[in-house]
């Protein structure tokens, strides 16, 4: 049981470059959260997907894309990355909406 | 906008001595608040939570206090150990929405 893992753990990106982060959840969770962690903040939620199909925009959606791809997959991508967006990325997941929260290791993204 | 305020940023505690840290939220509508435990390196976990109709629920060494008047909660750690060194981050569900709204973290640190 892997819990909830993400791809890849580090990336170095120049600015303008795209990429794709990648979470994936064994758990059989209906809820998928992605969340960015900067120095001295919080979590700050980006996007989420109550269920298979469906995405909502949380907190600071701005540059970023989601796909919902199945129950287990929910990935984010950076279509034009930007120095704004150096921070370390969080997939979660839950049972449903106000449960417990299961996160992933993280993905630290850096772009020059 | 809604916000949650997190205090101390920084928490130094002697083994054995008892750590408290306090949150305060703007959202009168807020009804779910989670604590989550970060490890270096780790993704956080989720180590309490209370809902707005209960006042206090305790687990083992760790218990949560929730004021809805004055719009605060507390955790409180007794008899602290070395493993309980970490970030620890308070949030606030968003009204009845699912968004939460973190804190900005405190580091508790255990001396020996």
């Known amino acids: 049981n892997a819990g909830v893992t993400q791809t890849p753990k580090f990336q170095v990106l120049k600015t303008g470059q795209s990429m794709t982060l990648q979470c994936a959840q064994d758990m059989n969770h209906n809820s998928m959260y992605w969340y960015r962690q900067d120095p001295g903040m919080g979590l700050r939620l980006i996007y989420y997907s109550a269920s298979e199909g469906t995405t909502d925009k949380g907190e600071v959606p701005n540059g970023y894309n989601v796909s919902r791809l199945n129950k287990r997959e929910f990935s984010l991508r950076l279509e034009s990355a930007a120095p704004s967006q150096t921070s370390v990325y969080f997939c979660a997941s839950s049972a449903d909406t106000f449960s417990e929260q299961y996160f992933g290791p993280g993905t630290r993204l850096t772009v020059t | 906008g809604e916000n949650v305020e997190q205090h101390p940023s920084t928490l130094s505690v002697q083994e054995g001595d008892s750590a408290v840290i306090k949150c305060t939220y703007s959202d009168s509508a807020s009804n779910y608040f989670p604590w989550y435990k970060q490890e270096l390196g780790k993704g956080p976990q989720l180590i309490i939570d209370?809902?707005?109709n209960v006042g206090e629920k305790k687990d083992q060494r760790i218990a949560v206090t929730l004021n809805k008047t004055a719009k605060h909660f507390s955790l409180h750690i007794t008899e602290t150990q070395p493993e309980d060194s970490a970030v620890y981050f308070c949030a606030a569900s968003k009204g009845s929405n699912y968004q939460l709204i973190w804190g900005a973290g405190t580091k508790l640190i255990i001396k020996p």
């Open positions: 209370i809902r707005s």
